[in-house]
Structure formats: structure tokens, C-alpha cells
């Protein structure tokens, strides 16, 4: 077999998705070994180009990205568009809010945990914690499976789900992809998107399954589906939260959101961790959201 032949025979299995036992044989070895030392050698020199600062590994044929000692399996581009710096992870903001009020958390949910990285970095912080990280995406949940196995000194006390959070137990309709913004067809119902059929609990369900009365630390990050949970937020406690808000939802619902929650909850500026006043979490919110799309609050229940 010549060169040109072995790479028109190696395009057309990428194709099929179907191997060509001719490319496996020892008389092509060479080949074999030229090309895999020309792809190696051309993302060596690409990641020096870009002067990419994070470590990228493989474990069994699989590239992972290593993020303060966690490997982040990378079947998607997040975390590789920085140059010239480490990519830091926001979990580093979560943890320190938790530091701040001295909350050692014995139960945490990771409500819309997509690949695990909150939930990595929870569990290296937090080793003696139950961690419940629940996921709608069937994609994503795969990529927050094989994240877990190959991490196994973080994963121990992580407990996955397949699972949609909502405001009823049966099912919803879910953008499912190896992405962070896969969203409800009831949120966000556009043509562009293929929507697939998934189970769905309340939160209350979800803690009644699970014989958990008292949450310590919850974050929902969940694309604009957050205001399905006020009234399990409100019935339950949970000592401590990390919202997001985004604006798949209108400003003035956010808003309305944000004052049910002020009953239950207050609400602290991120930086120096001040209490701040319903008006001025109000006012936060407004500004954000008219120039970005998201903002992350941090909530104590008013009862801790």
C-alpha cells in the first residue's frame, strides 16, 4: 500500500465511523507512526503559538485537560480559547463565598452540573461532603460520567443524575448537546434547536428521594429555568445558594424572582461579601442584565 492510499483509506473510516483492518497491519506501520508524529508535533507547535499556559494530558486515547489538579475531558472548545494564562475556574468564586460564612457543607446540590467541574472542585474541597450533581443533557451527563472516572480521587462522594429539575415530576423537552447552554423548549422554543424528551422532578421530589433534610449549599445554574423552583426554594431549607440569572427570562421577571426570594433569603455583593439590600440586588441585577448575559447572585437563607 503506497502513502496516498493509506490516507484516502483513514479519511473514508473517519467517514463511516467504520475501521479499515488494512490500516492496522504491520505493513503500514510506518505510516501509522509518521502520522501520529505529525499530528502531535503540529499541536505542540500550535499550543506554543498561542502560548497556552494549561497542561493537556491523554488517558486511554481520550485528551483531557488538567484545571487545578481535575482533567476535564476536552470534547468541546470552553476551555481552550484563553492564551498566555491558565484558565481559572469560576468554582474558585463558590468556594470562597462558602469560606467567607465559615459553611462546611455536608450536602451539596450541583443543580445543572453539566461536565462536573463545580463539582470536582467541590469535592476537592469539601472530600468529607455528599455531592448530588444532577444534569438534564444526556451528553452532557456522559461527558460528567467519564469526567468522574477518570478523577476518581474527587468523585468518591459525587452522586450523579440524569435528571431535569422543574416545577412538576413527568417530563420536558431539553436542547441536549455537549454544551453549557442546552435550555427547555418551554424557555427558549426556536426551530433552530432539536429538542429531546427527558425526565423531570420538582426539587421536593428530588429531596424526598433522596431522605435529605437539610441542604447546605446549592447551585443552580440551569438556562433560564430557575424560576420554575421558587416555591420549592421557598419551602425547603437550604443554607446557602448560588443562582444564575440569565436572560432568556425578561428583566422585570428576574426582578419579581429575585423580591419572592428576598423573604427567604438575602443577598451578598461577590467581591467583599457585604449584605446588600433588596434595592440594591435589584439594581444589580438591571445593569448586569442589560449589558451581559448572566449574572451569578449568592444568597444565606435568613434563618442561618
Same mark, same amino acid.
Given at each position: ?5 493509506? /490516507? ?9 465511523? %467504520? ?8 505493513e503500514v506501520r510506518f505510516f501509522r507512526g509518521e502520522l501520529l508524529f505529525n499530528y502531535l508535533n ?30 476535564? @475531558? ?32 455536608? *450536602?451539596?446540590?450541583? @443543580? ?9 472542585? @467541590? ?24 469526567? @468522574?472516572? *477518570? ?41 433552530? *434547536? ?24 446549592? %447551585? ?30 425578561? /428583566? ?18 461577590? %467581591? ?10 435589584i439594581d444589580l441585577v438591571e445593569n448586569t442584565l442589560r449589558n451581559n448575559p448572566t449574572i451569578d ?8
Open positions: 500500500m503506497k502513502q496516498e492510499e493509506f /490516507i484516502n483509506r483513514l479519511q473514508a473510516s473517519f467517514q463511516t465511523n %467504520k475501521k479499515d483492518a488494512t490500516l492496522l497491519s504491520d503540529q499541536i505542540s507547535k500550535t499550543l506554543n503559538f498561542f502560548d497556552f499556559q494549561d497542561q493537556i494530558i491523554f488517558e486511554k486515547n481520550l485528551p483531557f485537560i488538567v484545571i487545578d489538579q481535575i482533567k476535564l @475531558l476536552l470534547n468541546q472548545k470552553y476551555f481552550l480559547k484563553h492564551s498566555s494564562k491558565k484558565f481559572i475556574s469560576s468554582s474558585n468564586e463558590t468556594i470562597n463565598f462558602l469560606k467567607n460564612f465559615n459553611i462546611m457543607p455536608k *450536602h451539596i446540590i450541583d @443543580l445543572g452540573a453539566c461536565w462536573g467541574e463545580y463539582s470536582l472542585s @467541590l469535592s476537592k474541597q469539601f472530600p468529607k461532603s455528599k455531592i448530588y450533581s444532577i444534569e438534564g443533557s444526556e451528553k452532557n451527563f456522559d461527558t460528567l460520567n467519564i469526567n @468522574l472516572k *477518570h478523577n476518581p480521587v474527587f468523585s468518591n462522594n459525587i452522586k450523579p443524575f440524569n435528571l431535569i429539575i422543574s416545577d412538576h415530576d413527568g417530563f420536558e423537552e431539553m436542547v441536549d448537546s455537549v454544551n453549557t447552554m442546552n435550555v427547555l423548549k418551554r424557555v427558549v422554543n426556536n426551530q433552530k *434547536h432539536n429538542y429531546k424528551k427527558m425526565k423531570s422532578n420538582t426539587l421536593d421530589t428530588f429531596l424526598s428521594n433522596l431522605k435529605v433534610q437539610k441542604v447546605d449549599f446549592i %447551585k443552580i445554574d440551569i438556562e433560564g429555568s430557575e424560576q420554575n423552583l421558587l416555591l420549592d426554594l421557598k419551602k425547603n431549607f437550604f443554607e446557602s445558594v448560588q443562582l444564575e440569572l440569565i436572560n432568556y427570562n425578561k /428583566i422585570e421577571d428576574n426582578v419579581n424572582f429575585i423580591r419572592e426570594l428576598s423573604n427567604n433569603y438575602n443577598f451578598f455583593e461577590i %467581591k467583599s461579601w457585604k449584605l446588600l439590600t433588596l434595592e440594591n440586588t447572585l449568592f444568597l444565606i437563607n435568613k434563618k442561618f
